[in-house]
């Protein structure tokens, strides 16, 4: 799960990472919490406040979740904490880019089977804690996807779209699209809301924000995420999606996406 906030998706950065953490921790990430220490599961958390100046480490999340909320509320320049086993288990992060535009990128990162993926139950409480998270806010871009996670998002990836233009155009064009795609509500409005977006019938569940903007849930389960959905969706949002012949590119091979350029799609 990643968001990406531009400084117009939030009023007070502090409080709005305050509260991605506190969502996380008690949301996805709440089993692995309540593992810390007691069944070979372990944290470390690392917060920078700003350039230069000393990054904090906290080895125990449990026993420092003041200290780590009082560090948070100063918005730092990024915060992470990792659940490990014998391999990483999951991830809540925070990145601030105050020289690149003062964009933010907030993570959640999770383990997830193909039995879990399938799962009705668990793929919707994914969703719900998403949309929770951004009921307050009017994120740039946002997105749940299995297995093709970087910076770049898959048309990003195919189009070969510098990533610093393609967040500076966030709400002048659609960055991605994924199981789960949280559209800006600049974008929203020109696809004719959320009303028209469920009448299209290419999701099974349209999301209106609070804040702004659109959360659309293209299948009931990830696993569910087919080629034939993923048209569907590419359909509905290409008005909004960036013109170009998508290419695959054999550094992101996971990457999935529809071979046709949005602007001959509508």
Known sequence: MEVTLDPLGTAERGKAVVAWYERALSGPLGELLQQEERSGVYTRTSV?????????????????????????????????TEFY??????????SYFPVEGEW????????AGSLRLADAGYCTALVDFLASALRDL????????????????????ALMRDLDESLLEGRDFLRGYAWVTVCPRELATRLGGHEALEASGAFHRVVPLQGG????????????????VMERVFEALAPVLPGGEPRADPAHPNVRFVPRDAARAH
């Open 138 to 157: 009017n994120p740039a871009f946002a997105r749940i996807e299995h297995d093709a996670f970087s910076d770049w998002s898959n048309v990003e990836v």
């Open 85 to 94: 086993g014998e391999d990483v288990l999951g991830r809540v992060q925070c």
């Open 104 to 111: 933010s990128k907030f993570v959640v990162a999770l383990q």
């Open 213 to 228: 903007g659109v959360l659309l849930q293209a299948s009931e389960t990830s696993s569910g995420y087919t080629d034939l």
């Open 48 to 80: 920078q406040q700003s350039e230069g100046r000393r990054c904090i480490h906290m080895p125990h999340l449990g026993r420092n979740r003041s200290r780590l909320n009082g560090e948070l509320e100063k918005d730092p320049e990024w915060a992470a």
